[in-house]
């Protein structure tokens, strides 16, 4: 009797040892851990969330189709000949742009400014572009 305790509980041990050396299966339904896989949302988040260059590269583009032939490729601005009409366009790298706030760019790209010849983007730019593009002008321009 004895020995059959013995044998027992040394293969329980055997078992239990063998067990847990093995590498856990990646089977989420099975895996009742709670600690997250942080290398599973790291990967997810990069999936869905855009970095900085992602936004820089479209807004770059965006500003480069829609801004560039009146504000330059450098937001140095001045003036330009657009169908017939010159116009004077903002240089984005002055002090006087830098202190104005997003809110304020986002209203003139959204709305344009009829009287100073700029057009509205509105309904041709995504709200989420727009703001795009003031983060490039903020980097880009005027280094902030």
């Given at each position: 009797?004895?020995?059959?305790?013995?044998?027992?509980?040394?293969?329980?041990?055997?078992?239990?040892?063998?067990?847990?050396?093995?590498?856990?299966?990646?089977?989420?339904?099975?895996?009742?851990?709670?600690?997250?896989?942080?290398?599973?949302?790291t990967?997810?988040?990069?999936?869905?969330?855009?970095?900085m260059?992602?936004?820089?590269?479209?807004?770059?583009?965006?500003?480069?189709?829609?801004?560039?032939?009146?504000?330059?490729?450098?937001g140095?601005?001045?003036?330009?000949?657009?169908e017939?009409?010159?116009?004077?366009?903002?240089?984005?790298?002055?002090?006087?742009?830098?202190?104005?706030?997003?809110?304020?760019?986002?209203?003139?790209?959204?709305?344009?400014?009829?009287?100073?010849?700029?057009?509205?983007?509105?309904?041709?730019?995504?709200?989420?572009?727009?703001?795009?593009i003031?983060?490039?002008?903020?980097?880009?321009?005027?280094?902030?």
């Amino acid at each position: 009797m004895k020995f059959l305790k013995i044998t027992l509980v040394l293969t329980t041990f055997m078992l239990f040892a063998v067990a847990c050396s093995q590498p856990a299966a990646n089977n989420s339904a099975a895996n009742t851990n709670t600690k997250p896989n942080t290398n599973a949302n790291t990967t997810a988040a990069a999936n869905t969330q855009p970095t900085m260059a992602d936004e820089l590269a479209s807004a770059r583009k965006n500003y480069k189709e829609k801004c560039a032939s009146c504000h330059k490729e450098d937001g140095s601005g001045g003036k330009v000949d657009i169908e017939g009409t010159i116009i004077n366009a903002e240089n984005l790298t002055t002090d006087k742009m830098k202190k104005m706030d997003d809110a304020k760019y986002i209203d003139y790209i959204e709305n344009g400014i009829k009287d100073e010849g700029m057009p509205a983007f509105k309904g041709k730019l995504t709200d989420q572009e727009i703001k795009d593009i003031v983060k490039f002008i903020r980097k880009e321009f005027q280094k902030q």
